[in-house]
C-alpha cells in the first residue's frame, strides 16, 4: 500500500469553527488531491496540488483553502466549517501527470454541528 | 451536472456468475476512464483503466469494454466472488487536466 496518512481519522466540531485535515505521504509523489465523498454525489474534487506551492481549484473548492509547504503534507483548511461540510474527506497521491492511479488515504469523516 | 454517471445505485449477483458495472458520460473530451472499488471506512483503490484508443481492457477477472459512440463504458468481473462486494466508482478523465470527474458508485453485493 503506498504511503499515505490522514489525521485525524474522525472529528466533530461546530459551526463556524476552523478546521484543518492533514495529508501526509511517504511516496515524494508530485500529485495530491482533497475529495469529498458525499451519498449521490460519489467524489467530487476539491483541490489539488502540482508541487510544493502549487494548487488549484477543483469542482466544489468554495469554502475550502489549502497548503502545500513541503511535498509530503498537504492541509485542507476549512475556515467556518458549515453543516453542508459534514462528509468523509478523502486525500490521494500519484507519482505522474494522469497517472494510470490515485491512491487514496484511509479517509476522514468530518461531521459539523 | 453530472458529467459521469452510474445508474444503477446497487447490484446483487450470485457467485460464480458475471457482474456487469455500467458508466456514462456526457463529455466526448474525455478520453481516459478508471474503476475504483471502495470498501467500508477504507479509502478507493484502483482496478482497471482504459483510453480512448482501446474499446477493450482485461485484467484477470476484471475487463472494462469502452463505447465511444454511445459514451458508456462497462465493467465486467468474472466470475464474481464474495470478496467483490464493495462500492465501484467509475472516474473520466480530459487531456491536459489532473482533474478526475468520479461516477456516484454502484455498490455490488455478491451472494455466496
Known amino acids: 500500500d503506498a504511503g499515505i496518512t490522514q489525521s485525524p481519522r474522525h472529528k466533530v466540531t461546530e459551526t463556524g469553527t476552523p478546521v484543518t485535515l492533514r495529508c501526509h505521504q511517504t511516496?515524494?509523489?508530485?500529485?495530491m488531491y482533497w475529495y469529498r465523498q458525499d451519498p449521490g454525489h460519489g467524489l467530487r474534487l476539491i483541490h489539488y496540488s502540482y508541487g510544493v506551492k502549487d494548487t488549484d481549484k477543483g469542482e466544489v473548492s468554495d469554502g475550502y483553502s489549502v497548503s502545500r509547504s513541503k511535498t509530503e503534507d498537504f492541509l485542507l483548511t476549512l475556515e467556518s466549517a458549515t453543516s453542508s461540510q459534514t462528509s468523509v474527506y478523502f486525500c490521494?497521491?500519484?507519482?505522474?501527470?494522469?497517472?494510470?492511479?490515485?491512491?487514496f488515504g484511509p479517509g476522514t469523516r468530518l461531521t459539523v454541528l | 451536472d453530472q458529467q459521469v454517471k452510474q445508474n444503477s445505485p446497487s447490484l446483487s449477483v450470485q457467485e460464480g456468475r458475471i457482474s456487469i458495472l455500467n458508466c456514462d458520460y456526457t463529455n466526448s473530451m474525455f478520453d481516459y476512464f478508471l474503476w475504483y472499488k471502495k470498501y467500508p471506512a477504507e479509502g478507493p483503490t484502483f482496478l482497471i483503466s482504459?483510453?480512448?484508443?482501446?474499446d477493450k481492457n482485461e485484467d484477470g477477472r476484471f475487463t472494462v469494454f469502452l463505447n465511444k459512440s454511445a459514451k458508456h463504458l462497462s465493467l465486467h468481473i468474472v466470475p464474481s466472488q464474495p470478496g467483490d462486494s464493495a462500492v465501484y466508482f467509475c472516474a473520466a478523465s480530459r487531456p491536459g487536466t489532473y482533474k478526475y470527474i468520479f461516477g456516484t458508485g454502484t455498490r455490488l453485493k455478491v451472494l455466496a
Open positions: 490521494a497521491i500519484s507519482p505522474t501527470f494522469r497517472s494510470d492511479e490515485q491512491f
Open positions: 511516496e515524494n509523489h508530485r500529485y
Open positions: 482504459i483510453s480512448s484508443i482501446k
